[in-house]
């Protein structure tokens, strides 16, 4: 894909699990992967379900917290500033929910490894993070040019479920 004024909408292939990425959340993806450069960079995706609790929709994403490391080929989020953050998100009456994890492969495929698999899998499982169907989104690309993103459900102990592009595009609000 190229930068574009659309969202992405995914959805698992037996419908149970969808995911909403508007277009001003894209954009932030993007910015933070320009920042980055040649480096992996990620970061906390928060958001709500809609009313069936079958599609989760991104309404905000963090850059990197302070603490995350990074290099060409490997990104270790940190944790400074995330609960405070995701506390005035709750606060604000807005049903902010923890959906998951962001990262960018630079220059390559948004594919995720098996490091990504295992961190997921053990944040599904964990009662830290109150998330047991957590979302991994992965950018990959260029974010100048030519990028691309996938994304993955990590269901409580069972393995994880790929979502795909579900043919609804998201128009820009406000243009």
Request: net charge positive; proline share 7%; glycine share 12%.
């Amino acid at each position: 894909m190229s930068r574009s004024r659309t969202g992405v909408a995914l959805r698992s292939a037996d419908h149970r699990f969808g995911l909403v990425l508007p277009p001003a959340q894209i954009s932030a993806l993007l910015s933070f992967a320009v920042k980055a450069g040649h480096k992996e960079t990620g970061g906390v995706l928060v958001g709500r379900y809609n009313e069936a609790y079958d599609c989760a929709h991104v309404t905000r994403v963090s850059g990197p917290p302070r603490g995350s490391r990074a290099s060409e080929s490997s990104f270790v989020r940190g944790a400074g500033g995330v609960t405070r953050w995701l506390e005035r998100l709750w606060n604000a009456g807005r049903g902010a929910y923890y959906l998951g994890e962001w990262h960018f492969h630079p220059f390559a495929p948004p594919t995720a490894s098996w490091d990504d698999r295992m961190q997921m899998a053990d944040i599904a499982r964990s009662g830290e993070y109150r998330c047991p169907e957590p979302l991994l989104v992965i950018l990959g690309g260029d974010p100048r040019r030519s990028w691309d993103v996938h994304a993955y459900v990590f269901p409580g102990g069972s393995a994880c479920v790929a979502l795909q592009r579900s043919g609804v595009e998201i128009p820009r609000v406000g243009g």
